[in-house]
C-alpha cells in the first residue's frame, strides 16, 4: 500500500519504510526523504529539527528526539516487543504521519485578516 500524502506519495525510500524493517529511518540517514520527515514534523507538531540537520538532510539527535515526542505523544508501540516508543521512523510512524499529513493537506490555508478581529475594533 503506497504513502498516499502529498508529502510522502511517491517516495520509495519512505514507502519501503511501510514494508521492510530493515528499512527504518534511524540515526545517521541522509537523503531526501528525511527532509520530507523533518518537514511533517514541523508541520503536524510544530517540532523543528536543529539547522545544520535541516541542510544536510540528516536524521541526527534532534530528529530522533522529535520522532520520539511525536511517537509518545500518539502512543506508537510495537507492543510485540516494545514498552516505550523508540526515536526511530518505521512502519507504524510512517503510516501515521501519512495520515496525520493527508489531514493537515486538506485543510485550508490559515490567512490572518485584521479587519476580521474583534480586539482592533
Do not use: C, W
Not at 19 to 27: C, E, G, R, V, W
Not at 45 to 70: I, M
Amino acid at each position: 500500500m503506497p504513502l498516499k500524502s502529498r508529502l510522502f506519495h511517491g517516495d520509495r525510500a519512505l514507502e519501503a519504510r511501510l514494508i521492510q524493517d530493515s528499512a527504518h529511518l534511524t540515526l545517521g540517514t541522509v537523503g531526501d526523504h528525511v527532509s520530507k520527515i523533518h518537514t511533517a514534523l514541523l508541520v503536524l507538531d510544530k517540532v523543528s529539527v536543529a539547522v545544520k540537520k535541516l541542510r544536510t538532510e540528516t536524521y541526527g539527535p534532534s530528529t530522533a528526539a522529535a520522532v520520539l515526542a511525536f511517537k509518545t505523544r500518539r502512543k506508537i508501540i510495537n507492543t510485540n516487543y516494545q514498552k516505550t516508543p523508540d526515536n526511530i521512523v518505521g512502519k507504524m510512524t510512517i503510516a501515521a504521519m501519512d495520515r496525520e499529513m493527508i489531514v493537515k493537506e486538506s485543510e485550508p490555508p490559515f490567512r490572518f485578516d485584521p479587519k476580521s478581529n474583534p480586539a482592533s475594533n
